[in-house]
Antibody
């Protein structure tokens, strides 16, 4: 059974960089059928797509966050990571990593449990 | 690009049916048959319940169904049960990016 697990600091200071890692177990991150994504949800608010990455390193980002976001992949560790720079309180959210099945289809079928990141001094 | 438009809330009694709409544009919902729906209970990660407009993943009850007409997709839940009380989000492929809806709170009365 595929599992995804987010990890990283739960508290980040304003103007600093948020860094999270998603570890994939029970399957290979290098499969050609999948992208890997980050989605966030501010407390009490709605889901927001951040971006996706393919095992080759190809990325797609939310245009509204693109200037601050970097998603990378480490196939040797079966992990992918998120960096969000110059954070403010508005970036406080539960951050989810998820598997995106693609091809002649497009959906997030496996999700991590989510990790709360609070931006505060 | 804006979030897909969903009603903020819907409600129904056990055994009844409800339909949640998800309105986008010809660049997202209307342009591709790549609409998915997710159910989210409080404090939990979203769960996929419909993909490719109308397909159900294994293990999802056939009480959940999806459809699309033009730029609007719909999720119908028939035979409402107490455990259906949750938030529901639509999601659409939009070319180089992905859009989620604003979410709908379903209350089972």
């Amino acid at each position: 059974q595929l599992q995804l697990q987010e990890s990283g600091p739960g508290l980040v200071k304003p103007s600093e960089t948020l860094s999270l890692t998603c570890t994939v177990s029970g399957g290979s991150i290098s499969s050609s059928s999948y992208y890997w994504g980050w989605i966030r949800q501010p407390p009490g608010k709605v889901l927001e797509w951040i971006g996706n990455i393919y095992y080759s390193g190809r990325t797609y980002y939310n245009p509204s966050l693109k200037s601050r976001v970097t998603i990378s992949v480490d196939t040797s560790k079966n992990q992918f990571s998120l960096k969000l720079s110059s954070v403010t309180a508005a970036d406080t959210a539960v951050y989810y990593c998820a598997r995106l099945t693609v091809g002649t289809t497009y959906y997030f079928d496996y999700w991590g449990q989510g990790t709360l990141v609070t931006v505060s001094s | 690009q804006s979030a897909l438009t969903q009603p903020r809330s819907v409600s129904g009694s056990p055994g009844q049916s409800v339909t949640i709409s998800c309105t986008g544009t010809s660049s997202d919902v209307g342009g591709y048959n790549y609409v998915s729906w997710y159910q989210q209970h409080p404090g939990k990660a979203p769960k996929l319940i419909i993909y490719d407009v109308s397909k159900r993943p294994s293990g999802v009850p056939d009480r959940f169904s999806g459809s699309k007409s033009g730029n609007t997709a719909s999720l119908t839940i028939s035979g409402l049960q107490a455990e259906d009380d949750a938030d529901y989000y639509c999601c659409s492929y939009a070319g180089s990016y992905t859009l989620f809806g604003g979410g709908t709170k379903l209350t089972v009365l």
